[in-house]
Each structure stands twice: as C-alpha cells, then as structure tokens.
C-alpha cells in the first residue's frame, strides 16, 4: 500500500504515524489494522530550505523506519531538492500542485469584472496592500472581513464566507489576472489555478516553488511595490494573452510532471511486490476523472468505514 500525504487546502489530510494523527491539529484516531501503508509519500506544504525546517524529516524517516514503513519526501521546488539530497532524505522534487483538478479549472465565457483577482488568507504573509493601486480587484480568502483587516484594500470586492470552487473559478475568468504576491509560502496553489482558467499571472519573486510553471508567455514578476504590481495589471489588460494558450501551456507542464510522478509510483509498487505497472495507465486512473484526484482522497477519520480495497490498482 502506498499512501501519499498532502497538506493545505483543499487537500486537508494529516500524515498518520503510530496510530495516531500528526499535524497541527493532533486527534486520537485509531486507524484500522489493516492500514499499514509500504510506503509514505509526503508533500511539503511551506518552503523548507531552512536546515531546521529540512531537519524534522530526517527525525520522521527514522520514525516511518521503526513502523517498518519507508517514508519519502516530495519537495515543491529545486532549492529545496538540493537541502532535501544534501541532507540525504529520501525523496523527490514533486510540485504539489500537479493534484490541481483542471476539469474545474478552465476557461469560461464570463465579462470582465475585475482588473485583477488575489486568492489569499487575511495573514500578513500574503502582503495584500502589495494590491492597494489595483482597482477593480477581487480578493478571495477562506472568509472574513477584509476591508477590516487590510484597510489598504478598502475599494476591493471579497467573500466573507467560504467560495465554492466552482464559484471561485467563475471569479477567476472574470479577472484579467491573477496576483501572487507572497514572498515565502509552498506551491500557492492558487497560481496554477490561475493559469488553468487562462488568467495571466503578476507575481513578487518568491520562494517556495509556484515560479516552477512560470514563463514570459504567462506571467510577469515584479518587485515588491504596489505601483510596480498594479503596472504590471496594466500591461495584461491592455494585451490579454489567449486563454487557451495559458491553459495549454501550464497543462502541458503539470502531465509531464504527473507522468514522472506515476513513473516514480510505479518504481515503488514493483519493488514493494505489487507487479509491473505503466506509468502512462497510472496516470489514466489517478488523474483522468472529472473530479479529479480527490476520488481518491480520503480523510483518516473515515478510514474505519473505508474498503480500501477500492483503491487496488
């Protein structure tokens, strides 16, 4: 069995270990018998170049081994793949937001409503008055009041409860671009589903891996100023790009990497005795469903009421 851990939204799964769930919400669950994955695969969800932040997954492979499980650490960007092979931790460059769903991410017929769109939590990480000179703009967060939180964007449209997805990729098209402008967080999934809606990016540099689907066709970085940023804006409404050729552009990225992905999966299912499987086929069952990935999501409170012989491959 091989289970791959992924945290963050809309993913929201904890990495179980000793029976137990292990996170920043920690619960006693006891976990079935019968789930005792081979093999953990693990997604980062901050940037962990810092030896310290790097350093827990040392601790937590040598934890996997005393369960007789073999843990491996899929990292969101090249800078941490160096530390991750420095430190000789077992694992691999994996961006994680090749699980973006894009049978619901993509281009609409929808009007123009904002100039630019922010998903972002109302945290000071996210620098959203870095979005004060951008008007019309939509910010989406989890849900709160904004404009009492950040009353630099006084003037922008939000939600006060939670989006949809749906809902949020419709906010998406009416956008002529998507903004990023953290300087440190993980893969921002936010950012693909920009480009997989057809919206053009405007991004600060940043660490963390989210300028790994980047490119001049689809994005413009800038430095961190509001004048800088909205200029930037500016340059995409005045020329939107062709939204299919964004979308073409990133999904083309994001099924060679699932092709790796399957590949390196297909690797461990042989060696763990699972039989020859094709990378290609792999890829057809994970990725291929409307749904998207989440078909096979399942939260480890469920587990008890879970045949996970339905997850046989």
Request: glycine residues 6%.
């Amino acid at each position: 069995m091989i289970v791959s851990t992924i945290s963050g939204y809309p993913f929201s799964t904890k990495l179980a270990l000793r029976g137990k769930i292990l996170g920043n919400f920690a619960e006693d669950i006891t976990l079935p018998p019968s789930f005792h994955p081979q093999y953990v695969l693990e997604h980062v969800a901050g940037w962990s170049v810092p030896i310290h932040r790097m350093a827990k997954f040392t601790a937590r492979q040598v934890s996997h081994q005393l369960e007789q499980q073999e843990h491996h650490l899929m990292v969101n960007a090249q800078d941490e793949d160096r530390v991750r092979k420095m430190m000789l931790i077992r694992g691999a460059h994996f961006n994680h937001n090749l699980y973006i769903n894009e049978h619901l991410y993509k281009p609409l017929a929808e009007p123009k409503i904002y100039d630019a769109i922010y998903t972002a939590q109302l945290a000071a990480f996210k620098r959203l008055a870095l979005a004060k000179q951008v008007d019309p703009l939509m910010v989406v967060s989890y849900g709160g009041d904004l404009h009492a939180y950040c009353p630099e964007l006084h003037h922008a449209d939000f939600n006060r409860e939670f989006l949809p997805r749906p809902e949020l990729a419709r906010k998406y098209n009416q956008a002529y671009a998507g903004l990023c402008l953290s300087a440190q967080e993980g893969a921002m999934l936010a950012s693909c589903e920009y480009l997989l809606c057809g919206i053009p990016v405007v991004s600060t540099p940043s660490k963390g891996g989210r300028d790994q689907f980047f490119s001049p066709h689809n994005s413009i970085i800038v430095p961190p100023d509001p004048d800088r940023v909205a200029q930037a804006v500016e340059q995409w409404k005045a020329a939107p790009p062709d939204p299919t050729e964004i979308r073409q552009e990133v999904l083309g990225k994001i099924n060679a990497l699932r092709l790796a992905y399957c590949t390196y999966i297909a690797k461990l299912i042989d060696r763990g005795g699972g039989g020859s499987k094709q990378p290609a086929a792999l890829m057809e069952q994970y990725f291929n469903n409307p749904e998207g990935i989440a078909t096979r999501f399942v939260k480890f409170a469920d587990l008890q009421h879970v045949d996970l012989e339905k997850f046989s491959i």
